[in-house]
């Protein structure tokens, strides 16, 4: 069974300082992996979208990567702001049509 | 274009009680989804579909039921309801699933509160 663990749990820091938030899944046969955004109370957002066959996927001052061999992928948050506070999870697919399997998530403070 | 819409945003219901959460999505996904989130343990999935008269079980089906007789609502019943249901419910479509899986699109949650 796929499972997926996110490192830290939860981050606080100053605005615009650079940032890591980490994944890692157990099985390594995936087809993609993505991130999502979820603001209190509110849906999730999807953030990016990487293909196995891809190793990093960019939006603005976001960027992801993915190492399938290693189970690994990271977010990496250029420049925050405090417009970036919310909790970031990561999910990948279970395999057919079996939906996604979650982390649970990092929530990410960054204070002004 | 309003992508995924669930409806109602909050609900209370009494132990014993039965609702049903509607899902509605416009973007002729052939996949929807139903999950539901606890504080602190991430989304676990309820059940799928794979198109209109298909249905299956997620990890966390007890308690719930659906149906899929259009593309566009995959509705979820809860029969007596119960405290353990307390929980955010999520909605999810996607168009194409397994080695050419495109991005899942979720809808606002619906906060089920049972008391």
């Known amino acids: 069974k796929q499972e997926v663990t996110q490192i830290p749990a939860a981050l606080s820091v100053p605005e615009g300082e650079n940032l890591v938030l980490n994944c890692s899944f157990t099985d390594s046969a995936i087809y993609n992996l993505q991130w999502f955004r979820q603001d209190p109370g509110k849906g999730l957002t999807s953030l990016l979208l990487?293909?196995?066959?891809?190793r990093e996927q960019t939006s603005g001052r976001l960027n992801a990567s993915l190492d399938k061999s290693s189970g690994r992928s990271t977010l990496y948050i250029a420049a925050s702001q405090p417009g970036d506070s919310a909790t970031y999870l990561c999910?990948?697919?279970?395999?057919?049509?079996?939906?996604?399997?979650f982390g649970k998530g990092t929530h990410l403070i960054i204070q002004p | 274009n309003a992508g995924v819409t669930q409806t109602p945003k909050f609900r209370i219901l009494k132990i014993g009680q039965s609702m049903t959460l509607q899902c509605t999505q416009d973007m002729n996904h052939n996949y929807m989804y139903w999950y539901r989130q606890d504080p602190g343990m991430g989304l676990k999935l309820i059940y799928y579909s794979v198109g209109a008269g298909i249905t299956d079980k997620g990890e966390v089906p007890n308690g719930y039921n659906v149906s899929r007789s259009t593309t566009e609502d995959f509705p979820l019943r809860l029969e007596l309801a119960a405290p353990s249901q307390t929980s955010v419910y999520f909605c999810a479509s996607s168009p194409v699933v397994g080695r050419f899986n495109t991005e899942a699109f979720f809808g606002q949650g619906t906060r089920l509160t049972v008391v």
């Open positions: 999910a990948v697919p279970g395999g057919g049509a079996d939906g996604l399997t």
């Open positions: 990487i293909q196995s066959s891809q």
